[in-house]
Antibody, heavy 120, light 108 residues
């Protein structure tokens, strides 16, 4: 059974970089022919898709966050990661990692989520 | 960007009743690429329906989806205690993929 687990700091200072990793078990990222995504949820904005990355490293992002987001994948560790630069309080959210096919793009598997608070 | 509106924000039912949840899009959802998710507190969101009307693997047949274009519905025919949760719709016909703000099903 595929499982995804987010990890990373739960507290980030304003203007710094939020970094999260999603560890995948029960299946391989490499050659999966699927995309690996980040989604966040805040009381203000609800659920918001951040971006998705393929095992090759090819990625695409939400236009609203594109300028601050870097996605990466480490197939040797079966992990993928999110970096969000220059965070503010508005980036406080529960961050989820998820999996989807190239098409159609519904999210079939999700992690449990990681709360990240931006505060000094 | 397609905005999805779910109404109402909260619905109250008793177990055994039938619940109908609505999701409306600001523009036509391409190919009816509309999904529904269930989210229980502290758990990972769970895919229920994709393609507006297709149940995901392992989802009980009391869950059904319908609709097309801009108006979509999730129906739960007979509510079980474990069905009281928050439900979200999501469109994946156009990037950026967007979600509704959710409808909370609570026990009356």
């Amino acid at each position: 059974q595929l499982q995804l687990q987010e990890s990373g700091p739960g507290l980030v200072k304003p203007s710094e970089t939020l970094s999260l990793t999603c560890s995948v078990s029960g299946g391989s990222i490499n050659g999966s022919d699927h995309f690996w995504a980040w989604i966040r949820q805040s009381p203000e904005k609800g659920l918001e898709w951040i971006g998705s990355i393929f095992d090759s490293g090819s990625a695409y992002h939400s236009p609203s966050l594109r300028s601050r987001v870097t996605l990466s994948v480490d197939t040797s560790k079966n992990q993928f990661s999110l970096r969000l630069r220059s965070v503010t309080a508005a980036d406080t959210a529960v961050y989820y990692c998820a999996k989807h096919a190239a098409s159609p793009t519904f999210f079939g598997f999700w992690g449990q989520g990681r709360l990240v608070t931006v505060s000094s | 960007e397609i905005v999805l509106t779910q109404s109402p924000g909260t619905l109250s039912f008793s177990p055994g009743e039938r619940a109908t949840l609505s999701c409306r899009a600001t523009q036509t959802v391409r190919a009816n690429y509309l999904a529904w998710y269930q989210h229980r507190a502290g758990q990972a969101p769970r895919l229920l329906i994709y393609g507006a009307s297709n149940r995901a693997t392992g989802i009980p047949d009391r869950f059904s989806g319908s609709g097309s274009g801009t108006d979509f519905t999730l129906t739960i025919s007979r509510l079980e205690p474990e069905d009281f949760a928050v439900y979200y719709c999501q469109q994946y016909g156009n990037s950026p993929y967007t979600f509704g703000q959710g409808t909370k099903l609570e026990i009356k």
